[in-house]
C-alpha cells in the first residue's frame, strides 16, 4: 500500500550502524560577527572525528544566499572548528589507538530549512519550493552569491531528491539543502555526513596507497645485486601487510551502515555518495590495492628465484669442493 502523500519520511530506525558513532556536545563558539554555535563532536570507529557546528537563523532568500556564500568562503568558521578538533582529539587521545599523525580535512555545509511559507501563511511543499526559488536553491548549494547560468542550475537541481511532498534534498560537492521537518531532516542529514566521512577515508587510503606504490618502485628499481633481491621477502611482507590493513579498513567503512527494509534510504545515499565523489575514490582505492597485490606476488616471485639459485649455487660450491677433495685423495 502506498504512503499518503503527507507522510514524512521514515524516522533513522531504518539506518543501522554496526557500531554507531560516539557524539558529545563539546560546548558552544562566539563568532567575529556576534553569531553562536553550537558544537558537536562525533567519533567514527574506523578513525574519524566529526566537528559540527549549528548556526540557528531566520531570513529571506537574499539573506540566506548571501550568507551562504559568505559562510563557506570564510576562514574564521573553519579555523575554529580545528581549534575544536585539536583540544577535542587531546582530550580523548588515551582512548585513541593508534592515532593518525597528520590529518585530511573534508568542510561540508548543510543548509536545513524546516519551513518556507508563502505570503498567505501556508507553508511550500517541496515541489513549490523548487518552481517558486529554483534560482536561489542553486546558488545555496553551490554557496555562490551570483545568480547561475540554467545549464549550471539544471545541473545543480538534478541531484535532488523527495519522499513526499513535505521533503527535500538537494545535494552539492561542497552542500546541501535539506528541506523538512526536523524528524524527517535527520537521517538525511546524517548520510550527508556518512558519505563525508567515506570520502575522507578513501582519500586517506588513495595517499597511503599512493606513498607506498611510490616507495615499492623506487626499491626495485634499485640494482643492488643479490642482495637486494634477499631483502625482498621483507619488503613484500611490508606491501601485503598494509594492503591487508586497507583492506580490512575499507570493508569496514563500507558495512559501518545498513539500510533496513527501505530503499528510500539506500537511493538517497547512492545519490549523496556518487555527488560528493565517494565511488570514485573507492575506484582508485581498489585499483591500487589490486596493484600492490600483483607486486606482492611479483616480488614474492622474485624472492624465490633468488632463494632457489642461492640453494643452487650452494649446491654447485659443494660438489666442486668434494670433486677438488677426491682427485687430491682426501676421503
Not at 553569531?35 to 549549528?54: H, P
Not at 570520502?199 to 586517506?204: H, N, P, T
Request: with cysteine.
Amino acid at each position: 500500500m502506498d504512503p499518503p502523500p503527507s507522510l514524512a519520511p521514515p524516522v533513522p530506525q531504518y539506518l543501522h550502524f554496526e557500531r554507531p558513532p560516539v557524539a558529545e556536545h563539546i560546548g558552544s563558539i562566539t563568532l567575529e560577527n556576534a553569531q553562536r554555535a553550537e558544537a558537536r563532536a562525533k567519533y567514527y570507529d574506523y578513525g574519524v572525528l566529526s566537528i559540527e557546528l549549528e548556526l540557528p537563523f531566520e531570513c529571506d532568500w537574499d539573506s540566506l544566499v548571501m550568507q551562504s556564500s559568505r559562510l563557506n568562503g570564510e576562514t574564521e568558521l573553519e579555523n575554529r572548528a580545528l581549534d575544536l578538533l585539536r583540544a577535542t582529539l587531546a582530550r580523548v587521545r588515551p582512548a585513541l589507538v593508534k592515532p593518525y599523525e597528520t590529518w585530511l580535512r573534508e568542510d561540508y555545509h548543510i543548509i536545513h530549512l524546516q519551513e518556507v511559507v508563502q505570503a498567505n501563511g501556508k507553508a511550500l511543499s517541496a515541489s513549490e519550493l523548487v518552481a517558486s526559488h529554483a534560482p536561489k536553491i542553486a546558488q545555496v548549494v553551490r554557496a555562490e552569491s551570483l545568480f547561475l547560468s540554467d545549464a549550471e542550475r539544471l545541473e545543480v537541481l538534478q541531484s535532488s531528491i523527495s519522499y513526499s511532498q513535505k521533503d527535500l534534498l538537494v545535494v552539492g560537492w561542497t552542500g546541501a539543502l535539506v528541506y523538512g521537518s526536523l524528524e524527517a531532516a535527520a537521517p538525511t542529514m546524517q548520510l550527508l555526513e556518512y558519505a563525508n566521512t567515506q570520502l575522507l577515508e578513501f582519500r586517506y587510503y588513495d595517499g597511503l596507497l599512493t606513498t607506498v606504490l611510490g616507495s615499492v618502485y623506487r626499491f626495485l628499481e634499485n640494482k643492488g645485486g643479490l642482495l637486494t633481491a634477499w631483502r625482498l621477502s621483507r619488503e613484500a611482507a611490508r606491501v601485503n601487510t598494509i594492503r591487508l590493513d586497507v583492506m580490512e579498513l575499507t570493508e569496514r567503512v563500507d558495512n559501518a551502515i545498513k539500510f533496513l527494509s527501505d530503499m528510500f534510504y539506500a537511493r538517497l545515499y547512492g545519490l549523496i555518495a556518487a555527488k560528493v565523489g565517494v565511488p570514485d575514490y573507492r575506484r582508485l582505492v581498489d585499483q591500487k590495492l589490486r596493484t600492490a597485490g600483483e607486486l606482492y606476488r611479483f616480488m614474492v616471485d622474485q624472492f624465490n628465484q633468488s632463494r632457489s639459485f642461492v640453494l643452487e649455487l650452494t649446491v654447485v660450491i659443494i660438489l666442486i669442493i668434494e670433486i677438488v677433495f677426491l682427485f687430491r685423495g682426501v676421503k
